[in-house]
Structures are given as C-alpha cells and as structure tokens.
C-alpha cells in the first residue's frame, strides 16, 4: 500500500501559499452568514473522519489494550489486560529482528529509490525526443496493482523457473534461492520495491529540477563547470529541500508497507523478511485464528514510529513554506 | 530547435524504459505461454508459440471478481468525490473556521498504516454483520482516496478566481448554487483526477480485501489472484494473464488521466 498511496503527496502539494493573503479581506458581509454554510459543506468530511478514522483507531487501541480471543469477540468480554499485550510484544525475540529487517528494508529501499529517481530526474531534465512519452511510462510501476506487481516479481525470482536465475546461469551464475532462502529474501523484496518506488521519486525530483532556474546552469556552465560539476554544485544542493520531503514521506509510506512483502515472501523464511507491519498484518490475519490484541499493539508501535518521522515530514515542508 | 536535441538521449532514454518495463513485458509473455512451456529453461523470450489458454481461463474463473471490483470501485469514486468535493469547497472558498486544522489532520490521516485501519475495521465490522460485504469494503477503501481528495480539491479550488464567484454572488446565487453551477464544473478535472485515483486504489486494494473479505462470494479481482498464488498453482500462465486484466485501469489511467493529473496541478499552481 505505500507505493498506491503515494501518489497523494504530489499532485496536493502545489497549493498556492499567497491565495489567503489579500481577498479575505474584501469580503466580510459574506464570511457572516457563511460560516455555518461552510460548516454544513464540510459537515460531511468530519463525520466521515470520525466514524472512519477516529473510531478503527479507538476500535484498534481498544484492542490492544484487551485480549481478544475469538471467542470474547462474539460475546464481547474480554480481558482488560492494560499494556499486558504491548509488553509481550516488546519482549518477543521476534520484536528487535521486525524492528531491524523494517529498518534494513527502510533504508535500502529509499537509498536506491532516491538514488535512481534523481539519475532519472537528471537525465529527462532537458527534453529529447520522446522524452514526454517514456516519463510517462515510468510511471507504470506506480499504477500497477500491488498484486500484480508483487506476483510477477515472485514467478521473475522464482528458484527453478524464474527468469531471473535462467538469466544468472546463462553467465555461469548459479542458482540463487532468492525467496526461499533467508539470506536472500531480503534483498528480493527490497529490489522489488525499489523498481516500485521509482516512479514516484523521479516525479517529485523531476517537478523539483524544473524550478531551478536555468540561468544559474549557464551560469554555472559559462564558469566553465562539467555535467559532473554541475550537479554536485548546483543541482544536488539547489534540490536539498524537494529531496528532504521525498525522502522524509518515502519514509513513511515504506514503513508501512505489506502487500508486496506479504504477496512475495509472507514474511519468511524464518522471519527472514517480518517487518512490524508484516508481524502485525500476520498476527491479525495471516493464520486461520485471528490473533487481534497483540496485532493491534504491534500496529499501535507502527503508527507511533510512522507519525515520529510523519511530524518531522511536516515541520519540514512547514518550514519550507516560509521560507 | 529539434536537430539539436541529442539522438542518443533517447535511445538511452529508450534502454532505460525497456529494462524498467521488463517486469510488465515478462507479466505478458508468461501470459501467452503455454503450460507445458513454463518449466523450460531457459524460458521462451518472446511469445512466438502463444496460446490463449490463460485467457479463457480468466473469462472463467475471474469474470465474477472483476465485476465484483468494478462495483467497489465505482463505489469508491461516487463516495469519495461526495465527500472530498463539498468539504474542498468549504475548506478553498467558504473559510471554514478550523479549515487548517483540518488539513492538517488530512495529512497525518494519510500515514496511518492499513494493517491498524483494517483491525480496527475488522473489530467494528464483525460486530456490525459488515464482514464480506462490498458495502464494506467500498467504506475501507474509501479511506485511502478521500484524504487525497479533499487536499486535491482544496488546492484547486483556492486557485479558482474570486470575481467568478463574487460575480454568482451578485447574480443572486447562494452558496450552493455557486457550488454546483461555477465551482463543479470548473473542478472537473480535478474531480476527474480524483476519481481516476480513487477507482485505481479501490481496485488495487489488497490489504482490507484480504482481512474484511476473506471469506466473501464475492471476492474482488486481487483476491483472485492471490487465491491462484496461495493454491501453489502450476498455472502461471493463467495467473499472469489474470495480473494482465488486472492491469488494464492503469493503463487507461496513464492514457487517458496523465493529461488531466498534470492539468489539475498546473491549473491550480499557475492561477493566482
């Protein structure tokens, strides 16, 4: 789900700031009896946000606060048990390997999305021919079902019959067990959610380097600066800002990633790819006896590292605003 | 102008798209291919010895759970622009009092992880006989395009022009005729973006189809698939061909909806 949520952040962001500025003023006669229209038009929204926001997460922390068997679920009388459940959780073995293959998975994933989004960014900066059309084709990984992807990729690194390892023993390569072994399991799920998240970096990186003026490149050009020069002195540091907020939402968007770990590898082999949205989304529905109450805390951790780094995203853009 | 761009840009710009796209030219190829070829090794490149055998095998297994899917999408679009467009309106243009404060938990609103969103929903849902319903599951993936919406809508409509809408006022319209005659019809294409997204995540959805509609008769495209998956089918081929059909919304997004994606962010940056 990160990937298919990620398209939010761009097509939002281009909100003029300076609108509120100067025609509030003119018309104040309106503003007295609109504000209660305002509220009905809004009205909607805000119900909508309580009863499909605000109460799963209340439902959800209620859980994890309680120990919901199957059973307490139809009679509706379970434990309270306080934070018994996050306790358990916190000292699972299980609790220190999800939280470093998150991070692993985290990390590897934006450093090589990053990475190749803005190489790509770079090279589509100047228009070719068909320069339009094959950006908008990079943009079909980003579009695609994550089941689609995710299946796809599995057939690709599949042990026996996977294109990919056809392709390894056609250089003398051998066999490589890529989501069957725990060493490699990682690396398959990362390179694939790497091909997942370029799409959205090179659109946010590309919109990024088209406000860069380009007299500082002639500039820059006309002292006599390379292309290597170039970037690392005008572009690389022009883009810090745009780069931050890529990196600050890819983070959080990947953080909470399931689909393409859970489609290509559920989490194993032995545990080799649980991450806490993995151990949470398994917990919860990944064996035929639902297990909502630890799940719940497990989600209830991700959510409060999400919004750590979530708030940091926000004072971020807030701060780029202003200035 | 044009002789002097550089040729080998795009060639490059050509290789580089092919090795991206391989995944989805290799999702086709398996399609095509015939169930006793799967096993080969190396595999066939190219689709010479094609077969459709995938394909009759979606018309008769999958048909139900596309439609099931496009009902939940169709679902999901109705819902969400419903709801995005008045409250984009009253945030834009009616200074809602707490306007902000309601962006703000719009974006919060959108890093909250699906697995929480899917146990809480689950929890509410079993007790209120809403499990494997499409109803359902229309209201769980609404959540995902209705934050976007509305932030969508409002960045649109704040770029819209003022005398327009004072212009409505002095032609004796009232907050809802301006909204439905002026601000509607000029918010089409954002309405149009947000809709696209909408159905494209609502069909996309994995994660509250496979926890709310685990065990429904009526189970959308994805779960489809990843019955196939799960069954440790040898049938690759019809699975691909499946993930094929499964892949037309986004393409007919990418065709038709890149314009108006990139029309709904220019419309509102540039206006002011």
């Known amino acids: 789900m990160a990937i298919s949520t990620a398209p939010a952040a761009p097509p939002a962001r281009p909100a003029p700031a300076k609108a509120p500025a100067e025609p509030r003023r003119r018309r104040p006669g309106r503003l007295q009896g609109s504000r209660w229209i305002a509220v009905a038009f809004a009205a909607p929204l805000v119900i909508y946000l309580l009863a499909f926001y605000a109460y799963p997460l209340i439902r959800s922390i209620d859980l994890s606060v309680h120990d919901y068997t199957v059973r307490a679920f139809v009679q509706g009388n379970a434990e309270f048990v306080g934070f018994g459940n996050y306790v358990t959780v916190l000292t699972s073995p299980l609790f220190g390997q999800a939280l470093a293959n998150t991070a692993v998975f985290v990390v590897a994933s934006l450093v090589f999305q990053y990475a190749i989004g803005l190489a790509l960014a770079v090279f589509f900066r100047n228009s070719f021919r068909l320069s339009g059309v094959i950006r908008a084709l990079f943009l079909v990984p980003w579009l695609l079902p994550l089941i689609v992807s995710g299946s796809t ?26 989501l069957t072994s725990p060493d490699t399991s990682m690396l398959a799920v990362v390179i694939a959610n790497i091909w997942l998240g370029i799409p959205f970096n090179l659109v946010i990186l590309y919109s990024g380097l088209q406000n860069i003026p380009t007299d500082v490149y ?17 572009t690389f540091p022009l883009l810090r800002p745009v780069s931050a907020i890529t990196l600050l939402l890819g983070l959080v968007y990947t953080l909470k990633v399931v689909d393409i770990i859970w489609i290509m590898t559920k989490g194993g082999p032995a545990d080799s790819t649980t991450t806490l949205a993995i151990w949470s989304y398994r917990e919860a529905f990944g064996t035929g006896q639902p297990d909502l109450s630890p799940a719940a805390a497990v989600g209830n951790i991700l959510i409060i590292i999400a919004l750590i780094f979530g708030f940091v995203y926000l004072r971020t853009q807030r701060r780029q605003e202003q200035s | 102008m044009t002789a002097r761009r550089p040729w080998w840009k795009t060639v490059l710009g050509i290789v580089f798209i092919a090795l991206m796209l391989f995944p989805v030219y290799w999702m086709v190829n398996v399609s095509f291919t015939k169930t006793q070829d799967l096993r080969l090794s190396p595999p066939h490149l190219f689709p010479f010895d094609a077969t459709l055998d995938g394909y009759t095998e979606v018309l008769r297994q999958q048909l139900p759970n596309l439609g099931t899917s496009l009902l939940i999408g169709l679902g999901c679009v109705v819902l969400t622009v419903v709801i995005a467009a008045p409250a984009g309106y009253a945030i834009a243009l009616l200074n809602l009092r707490g306007g902000r404060t309601l962006n703000f938990v719009l974006l919060v609103a959108q890093m909250i992880p699906g697995v929480v969103m899917a146990m809480g929903f689950y929890a509410i849902y079993v007790r209120l006989g809403l499990l494997n319903s499409i109803g359902g599951l229309i209201l769980a993936d609404s959540t995902v395009a209705v934050p976007f919406g509305v932030l969508l809508f409002t960045a649109f409509m704040s770029g819209l022009p003022r005398e327009l809408l004072q212009a409505a006022r002095v032609d004796g319209a009232g907050a809802w005729r301006t909204f439905v005659s002026v601000v509607l019809p000029l918010s089409r294409n954002s309405a149009l973006t947000v809709a696209l997204f909408a159905f494209l995540w609502a069909w996309s959805d994995f994660v509250f189809a496979s926890t709310l509609a685990r065990n429904s008769d009526l189970k959308p495209v994805t779960l489809g698939i990843y019955a196939y998956i799960g069954n440790n089918t040898t049938q690759w081929n019809a699975i691909m061909a499946t993930a094929v059909v499964a892949s037309i919304p986004a393409a007919i997004l990418l065709i038709v909806a890149q314009r108006y994606v990139a029309a709904g962010v220019t419309a509102g940056a540039v206006k002011d």
């Open chain 1, 218 to 234: 002639e500039a820059a050009s006309l002292d006599g600066a390379g292309a290597w020069r170039q970037f690392w002195s005008v």
């Open chain 1, 153 to 178: 990729w599995a057939w690709m690194l599949n042990s026996d019959n996977g294109v990919v390892n056809s392709a390894l023993q056609t250089f003398g390569l051998g066999q490589i067990n890529w």
